[in-house]
């Protein structure tokens, strides 16, 4: 079900917060009407980029074909050897598939190979959990970047002239493929930004990727520094050298914005040895909240698209139990983070919540990238 799905969270920031902070809650959680705007939007650009290219432009969902064709159910078998070149890692897995589901090992080998499948990361994670649970329809990743790919009917991906056995995995009639929606690049005029987003985008690669700058962990800590830095150049209650600190671009890693929402100790132990001096009680609280701020939003439009895609998908008229795969460092190792994104889900179905979010699944798909390689290769080979 949605992780901690019907917990309630607080529509005002405390009596306490600084008017500054009450500020950006204003600016960067949406509104129920504005959630319903953004989940539109997207929708709308699915639907597109199933119909036609996109312009790979940064600002629209590309609606890739995978050209997979050939799901996994769960009786792969043989050995494989996947390799998984990730944004930080680079990794060799062996993968031995069996009726036991799966052996992974990591080995170096001076062998001669064929290559039998080559897929997004995304697409790994849910290739790679489908195998172990068929209900498994939407992959996503969450960590330093973010993207997400999902189970669609091939007759809806008008653009692919799909012909049996040309160009995909398998060579029997299939009516389901992956499409990766590449969901970064996914634009509207209802995403909830601040000042603070607009110096990040003008920095890097202006202008495109407004969905992942919103939601990724490699964005989430830069600006909640920036917002800081605002914060404490208008208010006197700032220690002159923890100001100088927060000027500094990249001052505050999202490591330690999820450390400080996950309550890991108090704002200044996690910061110790990086702001050099103390943190008076304000602007611990400060910290923090700006922190749960960011958070919480990024969550927020992750759980709008995941609507999204269920809505085309038809599953809020007929519903059924669903499996979301996720992968990626800040799903992993943000726990607050995995709470808010059920909070957000639940509040999205409204009354229907009850209902609804025991019918969905999140599941983390650890190493799904390389895993999903391997199954791919071996479904492909049946």
Same mark, same amino acid.
């Given at each position: 079900?949605?992780?901690?799905?019907?917990?309630?969270?607080?529509?005002?920031?405390?009596?306490?917060?600084?008017?500054?902070?009450?500020?950006?809650?204003?600016?960067?959680?949406?509104?129920?009407?504005?959630?319903?705007?953004?989940?539109?939007?997207?929708?709308?650009?699915?639907?597109?980029?199933?119909?036609?290219?996109?312009?790979?432009?940064?600002?629209?969902?590309?609606?890739?074909?995978?050209?997979?064709?050939?799901?996994?159910?769960?009786?792969?078998?043989?050995?494989?050897?996947?390799?998984?070149?990730?944004?930080?890692?680079?990794?060799?897995?062996?993968?031995?598939?069996?009726?036991?589901?799966?052996?992974?090992?990591?080995?170096?080998?001076?062998?001669?190979?064929?290559?039998?499948?080559?897929?997004?990361?995304?697409?790994?994670?849910?290739?790679?959990?489908?195998?172990?649970?068929?209900?498994?329809?939407?992959?996503?990743?969450?960590?330093?970047?973010?993207?997400?790919?999902?189970?669609?009917?091939?007759?809806?991906?008008?653009?692919?002239?799909?012909?049996?056995?040309?160009?995909?995995?398998?060579?029997?009639?299939?009516?389901?493929?992956?499409?990766?929606?590449?969901?970064?690049?996914?634009?509207?005029?209802?995403?909830?930004?601040?000042?603070?987003?607009?110096?990040?985008?003008?920095?890097?690669?202006?202008?495109?990727?407004?969905?992942?700058?919103?939601?990724?962990?490699?964005?989430?800590?830069?600006?909640?520094?920036?917002?800081?830095?605002?914060?404490?150049? !208008?208010? *006197?209650?700032?220690? @002159?050298?923890?100001?100088?600190? #927060?000027?500094?671009? =990249? /001052?505050?890693?999202? %490591?330690?914005?999820?450390?400080?929402?996950?309550?890991?100790?108090?704002?200044?132990?996690?910061?110790?040895?990086?702001?050099?001096?103390?943190?008076?009680?304000?602007?611990?609280?400060?910290?923090?909240?700006?922190?749960?701020?960011?958070?919480?939003?990024?969550?927020?439009?992750?759980?709008?698209?995941?609507?999204?895609?269920?809505?085309?998908?038809?599953?809020?008229?007929?519903?059924?139990?669903?499996?979301?795969?996720?992968?990626?460092?800040?799903?992993?190792?943000?726990?607050?983070?995995?709470?808010?994104?059920?909070?957000?889900?639940?509040?999205?179905?409204?009354? !229907?919540? *009850?209902?609804?979010? @025991?019918?969905?699944?999140?599941? #983390?798909?650890?190493? =799904? /990238?390389?895993?999903? %390689?391997?199954?791919?290769?071996?479904?492909?080979?049946?």
């Amino acid at each position: 079900m949605c992780p901690n799905a019907l917990i309630p969270y607080p529509a005002h920031l405390p009596e306490t917060c600084d008017h500054r902070v009450v500020q950006y809650r204003l600016a960067l959680i949406p509104s129920s009407e504005k959630m319903g705007l953004l989940k539109a939007d997207f929708i709308h650009q699915m639907e597109e980029g199933l119909s036609r290219r996109m312009p790979e432009d940064g600002k629209h969902v590309l609606m890739l074909p995978t050209y997979v064709t050939r799901l996994p159910d769960g009786f792969e078998s043989g050995d494989c050897y996947a390799i998984d070149m990730g944004g930080t890692n680079f990794r060799v897995m062996y993968v031995r598939l069996s009726k036991q589901k799966c052996v992974v090992a990591l080995e170096r080998a001076d062998m001669r190979v064929h290559i039998a499948a080559l897929l997004n990361d995304t697409v790994g994670v849910l290739v790679a959990q489908r195998y172990l649970d068929p209900d498994t329809s939407i992959g996503i990743i969450i960590g330093t970047g973010t993207n997400a790919c999902y189970v669609e009917d091939i007759s809806r991906v008008t653009k692919w002239d799909y012909q049996p056995g040309v160009g995909s995995t398998g060579s029997d009639p299939s009516t389901s493929t992956c499409i990766n929606i590449e969901w970064g690049g996914f634009s509207s005029p209802s995403l909830p930004r601040c000042k603070e987003d607009e110096e990040e985008d003008a920095e890097n690669h202006a202008g495109k990727h407004h969905f992942e700058k919103l939601v990724s962990g490699m964005f989430m800590g830069s600006v909640a520094g920036r917002i800081l830095s605002t914060i404490a150049g !208008k208010g *006197a209650f700032f220690h @002159p050298t923890f100001k100088a600190w #927060l000027a500094r671009t =990249g /001052s505050l890693p999202t %490591a330690n914005l999820a450390a400080i929402v996950d309550g890991e100790g108090s704002v200044a132990s996690v910061l110790v040895g990086s702001v050099g001096c103390g943190m008076t009680a304000r602007e611990e609280e400060t910290v923090q909240q700006v922190c749960q701020l960011v958070a919480r939003r990024s969550a927020m439009l992750v759980a709008v698209a995941i609507d999204g895609i269920l809505t085309h998908n038809g599953w809020h008229a007929r519903p059924v139990r669903a499996t979301i795969a996720v992968d990626g460092g800040v799903y992993k190792k943000f726990r607050r983070y995995r709470e808010m994104l059920g909070e957000a889900f639940a509040e999205l179905q409204g009354d !229907k919540a *009850a209902e609804l979010c @025991p019918l969905l699944n999140f599941t #983390l798909s650890t190493d =799904g /990238s390389g895993l999903g %390689a391997a199954v791919l290769a071996a479904a492909a080979a049946k």
